[in-house]
């Protein structure tokens, strides 16, 4: 089946830092990604939808100068953390439509100290 | 997209079938139903999807009701491996189209 990856797994930074985190699909061609965010003991929450070539949709109430998302080629996107703060420390995973289903990358845990 | 309704939890005997029963009383004629779980700390997997025929993969069987109000996932040798957090979700398949995950089913399978 499609596979989506994501990198790093895992990542601790300092308060204020910035953290990229990247979604691959790996076989396959996705203009379309999506970033989620989970806390612990939470169901997934939609933070945004990632467009090949234009600009992000965000859902209400993230902050688009904060989650910073690029998407620069058709099997990468990017999530950028800006200014990282102990809050936003979470589970973020990203997804990609294969040919009628959603495939999920494996997740990022972020830790910021 | 509609809204989904499952249990907050299960458990099931290992060996055994597990029922996972989801309710989408508002489901449009265009949307499908779709099943993901999700395991401790990975990202979510997906396990099939149907519009109104029963569909079956090597995973599990999903029944969809024939007013499309209600489904089941069938997972028809529960093993310890398959305790996770289900997720019932109705979406209109087409590309672009967001998934909206709800509060999901904790199935924890016990020998």
């Known amino acids: 089946g499609a596979v989506v990856s994501q990198h790093p797994s895992r990542v601790i930074c300092k308060s204020g830092t910035s953290v990229k985190i990247e979604c691959r699909s790996l076989?396959?061609?996705?203009?379309?990604m999506f970033w989620y965010r989970q806390f612990p003991k939470q169901s997934l929450m939609l933070m945004a939808t990632?467009?090949?070539?234009?600009?992000?949709?965000?859902e209400q109430g993230v902050e688009k100068d904060k989650f910073l998302i690029n998407h620069a080629s058709l099997t990468l996107s990017t999530l950028t953390v800006t200014s990282a703060h102990p809050e936003d420390s979470s589970f973020y995973i990203c997804?990609?439509?294969?040919?009628?289903?959603?495939?999920f990358g494996e997740g990022s845990r972020l830790t910021v100290l | 997209d509609a809204k989904t309704t499952q249990p907050p939890s299960m458990d099931c005997a290992e060996g055994r079938a597990a029922n996972l029963p989801c309710n989408h009383s508002?489901?449009?004629?265009?949307?499908?139903v779709y099943w993901y779980r999700q395991i401790h700390s990975q990202g979510p997997q997906y396990i099939i999807h149907g519009l109104k025929n029963n569909e079956t993969n090597e995973m599990a069987s999903l029944i969809i009701t024939e007013d499309r109000k209600s489904s089941t996932l069938i997972l028809p040798h529960a093993t310890l491996r398959d305790t996770a957090v289900y997720y019932c979700?109705?979406?209109?398949?087409?590309?672009?189209?967001?998934?909206?995950f709800g509060a999901g089913t904790i199935l924890r399978v016990k020998s």
């Open positions: 997804s990609a439509m294969g040919t009628g289903e959603l495939f």
């Open positions: 979700i109705v979406r209109v398949m087409e590309y672009g189209n967001k998934l909206v």
């Open positions: 508002t489901i449009s004629g265009n949307e499908y």
């Open positions: 990632s467009n090949e070539g234009s600009k992000a949709t965000y």
């Open positions: 076989d396959f061609q996705a203009t379309t």
